[in-house]
Protein backbone atom coordinates (compact mmCIF):
# COMPACT_ATOMS: atom_id res chain seq x y z
CA UNK A 1 0.00 0.00 0.00
CA UNK A 2 2.93 2.38 0.70
CA UNK A 3 3.31 2.87 -3.49
CA UNK A 4 -0.27 3.97 -3.54
CA UNK A 5 -0.19 7.34 -3.96
CA UNK A 6 -3.31 9.96 -4.10
CA UNK A 7 -3.96 11.04 -7.89
CA UNK A 8 -1.58 13.85 -8.76
CA UNK A 9 -2.34 14.82 -11.96
CA UNK A 10 -4.22 17.64 -11.37
CA UNK A 11 -1.55 19.21 -8.65
CA UNK A 12 -0.88 22.20 -11.36
CA UNK A 13 -4.86 23.22 -11.17
CA UNK A 14 -4.99 22.48 -6.80
CA UNK A 15 -3.23 21.25 -4.15
CA UNK A 16 -5.13 21.38 -0.64
CA UNK A 17 -2.43 22.22 1.53
CA UNK A 18 -1.86 25.76 -0.37
CA UNK A 19 -5.13 26.61 -0.23
CA UNK A 20 -6.78 28.56 2.87
CA UNK A 21 -9.95 26.95 2.96
CA UNK A 22 -8.43 23.53 3.28
CA UNK A 23 -8.26 21.64 6.66
CA UNK A 24 -4.82 20.76 5.60
CA UNK A 25 -3.55 24.40 5.13
CA UNK A 26 0.20 24.42 5.57
CA UNK A 27 0.42 20.90 6.05
CA UNK A 28 4.19 19.67 5.56
CA UNK A 29 4.74 16.77 3.77
CA UNK A 30 7.88 14.42 3.14
CA UNK A 31 8.35 12.00 -0.04
CA UNK A 32 10.23 9.38 1.65
CA UNK A 33 9.54 9.28 5.37
CA UNK A 34 6.45 6.88 6.13
CA UNK A 35 4.78 7.86 9.12
CA UNK A 36 1.33 6.69 8.82
CA UNK A 37 -0.10 3.02 8.65
CA UNK A 38 -3.28 1.55 7.99
CA UNK A 39 -2.71 -1.62 10.43
CA UNK A 40 0.25 -3.17 10.06
CA UNK A 41 0.08 -1.44 6.25
CA UNK A 42 2.02 1.72 5.37
CA UNK A 43 0.88 4.43 3.27
CA UNK A 44 2.51 6.94 0.96
CA UNK A 45 3.69 10.18 2.97
CA UNK A 46 0.77 12.60 0.42
CA UNK A 47 -2.12 10.90 1.93
CA UNK A 48 -3.47 13.51 5.13
CA UNK A 49 -4.43 11.94 8.07
CA UNK A 50 -8.26 12.83 8.97
CA UNK A 51 -7.99 11.45 13.17
CA UNK A 52 -8.90 8.05 11.76
CA UNK A 53 -6.58 5.08 12.17
CA UNK A 54 -7.90 3.35 9.25
CA UNK A 55 -9.26 5.77 6.32
CA UNK A 56 -6.94 8.58 5.46
CA UNK A 57 -8.25 11.06 2.05
CA UNK A 58 -7.04 13.47 -0.17
CA UNK A 59 -8.54 16.21 -1.34
CA UNK A 60 -7.82 16.25 -5.09
CA UNK A 61 -9.87 19.98 -6.31
CA UNK A 62 -12.26 21.91 -4.54
CA UNK A 63 -13.71 24.71 -6.59
CA UNK A 64 -15.80 27.18 -4.44
CA UNK A 65 -17.23 29.25 -6.84
CA UNK A 66 -19.47 25.98 -8.41
CA UNK A 67 -19.48 24.92 -4.42
CA UNK A 68 -17.57 21.27 -5.30
CA UNK A 69 -14.50 19.48 -4.27
CA UNK A 70 -13.38 16.28 -5.33
CA UNK A 71 -11.54 13.57 -2.26
CA UNK A 72 -9.77 10.38 -3.24
CA UNK A 73 -10.08 8.09 0.02
CA UNK A 74 -7.59 5.10 1.17
CA UNK A 75 -8.05 2.29 3.57
CA UNK A 76 -10.74 0.59 5.67
CA UNK A 77 -13.59 3.06 6.02
CA UNK A 78 -14.86 1.58 9.55
CA UNK A 79 -17.63 3.02 11.47
CA UNK A 80 -18.28 0.57 13.74
CA UNK A 81 -14.60 0.46 15.24
CA UNK A 82 -13.35 3.82 14.58
CA UNK A 83 -16.18 5.95 13.95
CA UNK A 84 -14.54 6.89 10.65
CA UNK A 85 -17.69 8.94 9.28
CA UNK A 86 -17.18 10.92 12.23
CA UNK A 87 -13.54 11.99 11.34
CA UNK A 88 -14.37 12.63 7.84
CA UNK A 89 -17.37 14.92 8.88
CA UNK A 90 -15.96 16.65 11.81
CA UNK A 91 -12.23 17.25 10.61
CA UNK A 92 -12.81 17.69 6.89
CA UNK A 93 -16.65 18.09 5.74
CA UNK A 94 -17.90 20.59 8.04
CA UNK A 95 -14.78 22.92 7.08
CA UNK A 96 -15.54 22.69 3.46
CA UNK A 97 -19.53 23.32 3.60
CA UNK A 98 -18.47 26.74 5.86
CA UNK A 99 -16.59 27.52 2.80
CA UNK A 100 -18.97 27.10 0.40
CA UNK A 101 -18.80 23.35 -0.61
CA UNK A 102 -21.89 21.43 -0.81
CA UNK A 103 -21.29 19.26 -3.36
CA UNK A 104 -18.65 16.12 -2.61
CA UNK A 105 -17.44 13.39 -5.24
CA UNK A 106 -16.14 10.49 -2.97
CA UNK A 107 -13.87 8.63 -5.26
CA UNK A 108 -13.51 5.33 -3.49
CA UNK A 109 -10.90 2.83 -5.50
CA UNK A 110 -8.62 2.26 -2.98
CA UNK A 111 -11.17 1.42 -0.18
CA UNK A 112 -10.71 -2.12 0.57
CA UNK A 113 -13.53 -2.58 3.03
CA UNK A 114 -16.41 -0.36 4.38
CA UNK A 115 -18.22 -1.54 8.09
CA UNK A 116 -21.60 0.35 8.83
CA UNK A 117 -22.42 1.53 12.13
CA UNK A 118 -25.59 4.23 12.26
CA UNK A 119 -26.69 6.79 9.74
CA UNK A 120 -26.77 9.62 11.86
CA UNK A 121 -23.38 11.09 10.34
CA UNK A 122 -24.44 10.32 6.97
CA UNK A 123 -27.99 11.96 7.38
CA UNK A 124 -26.24 15.12 9.05
CA UNK A 125 -24.26 15.91 6.03
CA UNK A 126 -26.88 15.05 3.28
CA UNK A 127 -29.24 18.09 5.60
CA UNK A 128 -26.37 20.37 5.67
CA UNK A 129 -25.76 20.57 2.07
CA UNK A 130 -29.06 21.86 0.74
CA UNK A 131 -29.21 21.33 -2.99
CA UNK A 132 -25.84 19.62 -3.01
CA UNK A 133 -24.77 15.82 -2.93
CA UNK A 134 -22.60 13.41 -2.11
CA UNK A 135 -21.56 11.04 -4.80
CA UNK A 136 -19.23 7.70 -4.46
CA UNK A 137 -17.56 7.14 -7.59
CA UNK A 138 -15.84 3.78 -8.36
CA UNK A 139 -16.49 1.61 -5.06
CA UNK A 140 -16.00 -1.51 -4.76
CA UNK A 141 -18.97 -3.83 -5.08
CA UNK A 142 -18.85 -5.44 -1.91
CA UNK A 143 -18.20 -1.68 0.09
CA UNK A 144 -21.40 -0.57 -2.49
CA UNK A 145 -23.44 -3.53 -1.29
CA UNK A 146 -22.11 -2.81 2.60
CA UNK A 147 -23.25 0.51 1.81
CA UNK A 148 -26.53 -0.65 0.52
CA UNK A 149 -26.95 -2.66 3.59
CA UNK A 150 -27.00 -0.01 5.73
CA UNK A 151 -29.42 2.73 3.88
CA UNK A 152 -26.49 4.74 2.98
CA UNK A 153 -27.80 4.85 -0.78
CA UNK A 154 -30.66 7.15 0.95
CA UNK A 155 -27.44 10.14 1.37
CA UNK A 156 -25.16 8.87 -1.40
CA UNK A 157 -25.19 8.03 -5.10
CA UNK A 158 -22.93 5.21 -6.03
CA UNK A 159 -23.51 2.36 -8.25
CA UNK A 160 -24.43 2.23 -11.80
CA UNK A 161 -22.59 4.64 -14.14
CA UNK A 162 -20.82 6.39 -11.06
CA UNK A 163 -18.83 3.18 -10.89
CA UNK A 164 -17.40 2.57 -14.08
CA UNK A 165 -15.92 6.37 -14.46
CA UNK A 166 -12.42 6.69 -16.19
CA UNK A 167 -12.23 9.78 -13.91
CA UNK A 168 -8.71 10.44 -13.97
CA UNK A 169 -8.39 10.98 -17.85
CA UNK A 170 -11.21 14.12 -17.53
CA UNK A 171 -9.99 17.56 -15.54
CA UNK A 172 -11.55 18.44 -12.40
CA UNK A 173 -14.06 20.79 -14.06
CA UNK A 174 -14.78 18.00 -17.21
CA UNK A 175 -15.68 15.36 -14.27
CA UNK A 176 -17.68 18.02 -12.31
CA UNK A 177 -20.13 18.70 -15.76
CA UNK A 178 -19.71 14.91 -16.53
CA UNK A 179 -21.15 14.19 -12.53
CA UNK A 180 -23.77 16.71 -12.54
CA UNK A 181 -25.30 15.79 -15.37
CA UNK A 182 -25.45 12.11 -14.52
CA UNK A 183 -26.87 13.36 -11.21
CA UNK A 184 -29.33 15.81 -12.63
CA UNK A 185 -31.05 12.55 -15.09
CA UNK A 186 -30.98 10.36 -12.01
CA UNK A 187 -33.31 12.69 -9.57
CA UNK A 188 -35.30 14.19 -13.06
CA UNK A 189 -35.93 11.08 -15.41
Given at each position: M????P??S???LY?AS?D???P??Q????E????H??????I???W???????????????????????????G?????????????????V?N?I?S????F?????S???????DS?Y?E?????????????????????????A???D??????????C?????L????LY???????T?????
Amino acid sequence: MHDIEPHYSWRHLYIASEDERSPFYQRKYSEFEFTHAIYDHYIHPQWDDIGSSTLFIKILFAEYARGFCVIELIGEWNDILYNDIMYLKRNVVENLIESGINKFLLIGESVLNFHACDSDYYEEWADELEDGWIIGINFREHVMEEFIAADLDYYIAFGGRFNCFAWRALDPLQLYDKVEDLITKRLNP
